[in-house]
């Protein structure tokens, strides 16, 4: 079954612990407007390898940052569905999952893993008075206990600060769609947002769009993209009009290039919104190096001018490519966002 009391945990950071041990987790106390928790963040797999993939993104820029600033300070309980808060690596077009890489967590020397580098985020978070934390994953307590690092009563934190989808088959009850963890950081003052993304090399990054349980190859049974995720991307999104001059509907278009050496019939493709509406890309095909601009009726996908998600089906329904943009993105009318 999926994870229980996924969330957001909306936060101050006041100290942190390195990871270490058998099982090493960083640590990070924080502060909501009346109580402690503690953030636990894997930094080693269980499984093999054990380094797990990282990406941070220092510009993270994406349609949820609007309304995350709006949650109230504490635990905010998530729905798990598409156009909503929750976090989905492969369907929320968060970032470009070929880009993440594995790093250890427990290097000799400075700044070269991956405790190090989340220290030195979280650090500046604590030196930084209007630094706000959003640590997506599992809720745990109250506990009767004190908190085992930190000391603080009663006892609550949040874990399981990584893709939550896709897993081995030792933590397939795991797995679910649009509940995946991760760590935001808010920088009002300078304008920024940190995104620190986590995923272990035991998950596959094609999943059940219901279950969120990995795919298989039909023809061998072997998980699609397992470990480091590759890069399928031949056809790819380029730009989008998304406030066209006068009414929107039905002048809305998205532009597609195909980056192959072969042409691509896209028959049985699609694009898909922020809401997993989809039109059909039949009678589309692309020539190497050929661009196509697909206009879009308003009777299926639609842009939203406060900012969204677009991706690229193929005909099995496997995402190939995504982008996401913002409202400060869209423009004035008549302009085209280019990704």
Known sequence: MPL????????????????????PHYQV???????SHRIAINVKSKLSPSELLYLVDEKFQHSITQDLIGLDFGFNELERKPGGLGLDYIRGNLFDVTKMTPLPYNVPGPDNDLNELIDKY????IATEDAVLYAFGEKWGPETIPDRYFGFRPGNGIHDIHMNQGNAEKFRKDDGVWQDGGLLIHFPSQNQWVGVFLAFQSQVFHTDDITGHRL???????????????????IRIIAALVNPLGDDVGKESV???NTCPETVELDGWALA????????LDGFSLAPGGVVTIPLTGDDIQLSNQGGIITLLDRQGVKMHGV?????DVKKQGWTIVF
Request: charged share 30%; aromatic share 4%; net charge positive.
């Open 216 to 234: 298989s190859d039909q023809e061998t049974d072997r998980p699609l993209n397992p470990g480091i995720p590759e890069a399928d991307q031949r």
């Open 122 to 125: 979280v650090t500046r978070a």
């Open 273 to 280: 919104d922020q809401m997993k509406r989809k039109h059909p």
């Open 255 to 257: 532009t597609l290039i």
């Open 29 to 35: 106390r924080v502060l909501d407007n009346e109580l």
């Open 4 to 23: 229980k009391n996924y969330g957001v945990l909306k936060c101050r950071a006041i100290d942190s612990k390195l990871g270490m041990g058998q099982s």
């Open 324 to 328: 996401s943009y913002t409202k400060n």
